[in-house]
């Protein structure tokens, strides 16, 4: 059973108040790390907003001081008696700007889109090496015809050349996957990111290798990577949200799954958006079977995702 674009839809108000969604994302993504926060951690979360609209590594390196000035004051007009003993030296000033820094990653997914937008650049490249360059070409060139082992040969001559061509191993990777040689897959995929940690196509499909060989743990754990680096893409969301499925966490699977449709819906992607309106298809109906339609209800409500059931009972 699969349900139509009519039967599925979001509110008007979700699709054009995509600002919504992403402070959900936000906070989505910080549930597990607002317990217990340091004054560092404070500090660090109450700056984010400052550098939101910020589009070179430049403007954030000119606005980090203000920005994190400006944040230690509200922290401590919140709890003075509490946080002040660590500002009453020059040292403990210096000391907070540095362990704030160091967390600003970790905290503000504007700093951490504008550090990997600048390292995909640097990664997602061709090699300076020639004869590299031109062993990938005809990597790929293999590839696009199926000839799967010869586009690992070229592959590896040109990982060989330059050792640190991130797209040479990715593709490399790819031609195993494709011979379902996972294994050897994976371990192209590990030795990109060992290069560049934060390569979308490497975690991705990393997620995707573990999920054909049912090891779900290692699959969400990828998943969850992608969407704490990539937030405002939809994949991890969408693949967590079949993970989380298979692992009976339904609440998690259907708000990841929300999440990503309502990504798919505001971009306009009929492919991915057929796929996002079947899986949740899927997940009403076994949910409807296990008597739990209380649950897809309450977290559908949340997102403005609603499902004409009637129509549905007759298709």
């Keep these: 059973m699969r349900y139509s674009p009519q039967n599925i839809y979001i509110c008007k108000k979700s699709i054009t108040h995509m600002k919504h969604l992403k402070v959900f994302i936000i906070v989505f993504l910080l549930a597990t790390c607002i317990?217990?926060?340091t004054f560092y951690e404070k500090v660090a979360i109450k700056s984010c907003d400052c550098f939101s609209s910020l589009e070179?590594?430049?403007?954030?390196?000119d606005s980090v001081v203000d920005c994190v000035s400006a944040a230690m004051s509200r922290v401590l007009n919140e709890n003075p008696a509490d946080e002040m003993e660590i500002l009453n030296t020059v040292d403990?000033?210096?000391?907070?700007?540095?362990?704030?820094?160091?967390?600003?990653?970790s905290y503000c997914y504007s700093v951490r889109r504008l550090i990997i937008n600048e390292k995909e650049s640097e990664f997602y490249q061709l090699s300076s090496n020639q004869k590299a360059n031109e062993?990938?070409?005809?990597?790929?060139?293999?590839?696009?015809?199926?000839?799967?082992?010869?586009?690992?040969s070229e592959f590896k001559k040109a990982v060989k050349i330059d050792k640190n061509f991130v797209l040479a191993y990715d593709?490399?990777?790819?031609?195993?996957?494709?011979?379902?040689?996972?294994?050897?897959?994976?371990?192209?995929?590990?030795?990109?990111?060992?290069?560049?940690?934060?390569?979308?196509l490497a975690i991705?499909?990393?997620?995707?290798?573990?999920?054909?060989?049912?090891?779900?743990?290692?699959?969400?754990?990828?998943?969850?990577?992608?969407?704490?680096?990539?937030?405002?893409d939809p994949e991890g969301y969408f693949g967590a949200g079949k993970i989380l499925f298979l692992k009976?966490?339904?609440?998690?699977?259907?708000?990841?799954?929300?999440?990503?449709?309502?990504?798919?819906?505001?971009?306009?992607?009929?492919?991915?958006?057929k796929d996002s309106e079947y899986?949740?298809?899927?997940m009403y109906k076994e949910l409807k079977e296990k008597g739990m339609l209380d649950l897809f209800n309450e977290v559908a409500e949340k997102f403005n995702i609603k499902i004409n059931e009637d129509e549905n009972q007759n298709q």
């Design 92 to 105: 403990g000033v210096n000391v907070a700007f540095e362990e704030v820094g160091k967390l600003l990653y």
């Design 56 to 61: 070179t590594l430049q403007e954030l390196e």
């Design 248 to 273: 009976s966490d339904y609440k998690n699977a259907l708000e990841n799954v929300f999440i990503a449709h309502i990504m798919y819906v505001n971009t306009n992607n009929t492919d991915y958006i």
């Design 135 to 152: 062993h990938y070409s005809t990597g790929n060139y293999f590839m696009d015809k199926g000839d799967y082992k010869k586009s690992i």
């Design 204 to 232: 991705l499909n990393t997620a995707v290798i573990y999920s054909f060989m049912n090891d779900y743990d290692k699959s969400l754990n990828y998943y969850n990577f992608l969407t704490y680096l990539y937030a405002d």
């Design 279 to 282: 899986l949740i298809s899927l």
């Design 35 to 37: 317990k217990a926060q």
């Design 171 to 200: 593709h490399l990777a790819i031609s195993y996957r494709r011979l379902e040689k996972f294994k050897q897959a994976l371990k192209y995929y590990q030795k990109s990111m060992d290069i560049y940690p934060e390569g979308y």
